[in-house]
């Protein structure tokens, strides 16, 4: 799950009307709390459009982590949201920042059962709130608070979305990321809160091209576990 830095600098992309889209791949090499070894390579595609009521965003993850060799794909993960602003708040100094969100979030797994290959959904989710940017000197702050309807849910949640984008170095480091907080079925009839963040540095090789990790940070994500897990990466990055 990425959002990165596409929903904080937006505001900046706005003004500018600038399409981006970037590529990354990851390695994976953190350990879950259970002893399980990930070590498997993850990609990601993501895309921005700005238009003149908005914007649209698409990005895309998917885990190489079958059971063959050489290891092909085991999960694929999509978000898709469109934002909107508000034509009559756009001279206001504060509210101008204050846009409508939309999203829709799904995916499937696949994964060995005795001799045969089968799959799972990954409990599509329909999203809707507010959205509101910050920028303060070189910092960029964006924020969502919405209504989250997911599939299997058997009553309505809520999701914070905090995302940060900060340059050093006239742009030859970049440091990104976003948190997620939300509340979700246990299972057992009541709601557990579930957190999970993606941290991510930067350093650009060249205008385009940049080397850096990712922090994959959660606590009740991870199916079967309570604990906070923490698994790092290496990525490499092409900007489009």
């Not at 009307?17 to 390579?41: A, C, E, P, T």
């Not at 999203?127 to 608070?145: C, H, P, T």
């Amino acid at each position: 799950m990425m959002k990165h830095s596409f929903f904080s600098i937006m505001l900046a992309f706005l003004s500018a009307n600038i399409y981006s889209q970037n590529i990354q791949l990851h390695y994976d090499f953190g350990k879950q709390s259970d002893g399980l070894k990930r070590q498997f390579l993850v990609g990601t595609f993501e895309i921005f459009k700005p238009d003149s009521s908005g914007y649209t965003f698409f990005f895309t993850d998917m885990e190489f982590n079958s059971e063959d060799r050489p290891r092909g794909a085991s999960l694929a993960y999509f978000e898709i949201s469109r934002t909107f602003t508000f034509p009559f708040f756009k001279n206001h100094n504060i509210l101008k920042n204050l846009m409508l969100h939309a999203e829709y979030n799904d995916g499937l797994a696949i994964f060995p059962l005795d001799t045969l290959i089968t799959g799972t959904n990954l409990a599509a989710a329909w999203l809707g709130g507010i959205e509101y940017g910050i920028v303060k000197g070189g910092l960029s702050l964006n924020a969502m608070l919405m209504y989250k309807y997911t599939r299997i849910s058997k009553a309505p949640d809520a999701q914070f979305t905090l995302s940060w984008y900060y340059p050093l170095m006239e742009g030859k480091i970049t440091l990104t990321g976003y948190f997620d907080l939300w509340s979700q079925d246990n299972g057992e009839g009541k709601k557990i809160p579930v957190f999970y963040s993606e941290p991510q540095v930067w350093f650009y090789m060249t205008k385009k091209l940049a080397v850096g990790s990712e922090f994959k940070i959660s606590k009740n994500f991870i199916p079967g576990s309570s604990r906070i897990e923490v698994f790092p990466t290496l990525g490499l990055r092409c900007d489009l």
